[in-house]
């Protein structure tokens, strides 16, 4: 069963900024999809299997060098 999460975000200043955080989400196994908009600035988040805590996402945004709020 899938589970969706949507974080709002910080520092996304570009389309660059966006695919480099899709890709680092999507690098994760246990993200199936991450769509990453510009505006409004957010992640949203799909995945299965063990659930992701919002902790665990903002851990992986912020290792890519952005922000939750």
């Given at each position: 069963?899938?589970?969706?999460?949507?974080?709002?975000?910080?520092?996304?200043?570009?389309?660059g900024c966006?695919?480099?955080?899709?890709?680092?989400?999507?690098?994760?196994?246990?993200?199936?999809?991450?769509?990453?908009?510009?505006?409004?600035?957010?992640?949203?988040?799909?995945?299965?299997?063990?659930?992701?805590?919002?902790?665990?996402?903002a851990l992986?945004?912020?290792?890519?060098?952005?922000?939750?709020?």
């Amino acid at each position: 069963m899938s589970e969706t999460l949507v974080l709002p975000l910080t520092g996304l200043k570009c389309d660059g900024c966006v695919r480099s955080l899709t890709r680092a989400l999507e690098a994760s196994p246990a993200i199936e999809t991450a769509t990453v908009t510009l505006d409004p600035p957010q992640a949203h988040i799909i995945f299965t299997g063990p659930a992701l805590s919002r902790e665990d996402c903002a851990l992986l945004i912020q290792k890519a060098g952005f922000g939750t709020v």
